[in-house]
């Protein structure tokens, strides 16, 4: 079992910066991969990008490739999702996701979710 918990949303303007950290409960951190996926109004959920167990690769959407990278410390139990030349089109609720499988890019391939954070971009 692993709990997640978002946070570090919040408005900002375009091609401003965030921050997201993803804290987790239990001792099994280093067993998951970590993915971010993102929602906004009236959208589907999509992937954003996705860390390895040992934070040594990473994978992203098309979308925000260049743009975000994602980082973990498993010495903190803690993922990070840096935004960086945010677009409005980036506002949504984002979500941290641990799973298993680091070739997964469907919401519901993973197992474990965090309640979100809000992100927007204004422009």
């Known amino acids: 079992q692993v709990q997640l918990v978002e946070s570090g949303g919040g408005l900002v303007q375009a091609g401003g910066s965030l921050r997201l950290s993803c804290a987790a409960s239990?001792?099994?951190?280093?067993?998951?991969?970590f993915a971010w996926f993102r929602q906004g109004p009236g959208k589907e959920r999509e992937f954003v990008g996705v860390?390895?167990?040992?934070?040594?690769?990473?994978r992203f959407a098309d979308s925000v490739k260049g743009r975000f990278t994602i980082s973990r410390d498993n010495a903190k139990n803690t993922v990070y999702l840096q935004m960086n030349s945010l677009k409005p089109e980036d506002t949504a609720v984002y979500y941290c996701?641990?799973?298993?499988?680091?070739?997964?890019?469907?919401?519901?391939?993973?197992?474990?979710w965090g309640q979100g954070t809000q992100v927007t971009v204004s422009s």
């Open positions: 996701a641990a799973g298993s499988d680091y070739w997964r890019t469907v919401a519901y391939e993973y197992q474990y």
């Open positions: 860390v390895s167990w040992s934070g040594s690769n990473t």
């Open positions: 239990g001792r099994t951190f280093s067993r998951y991969v």
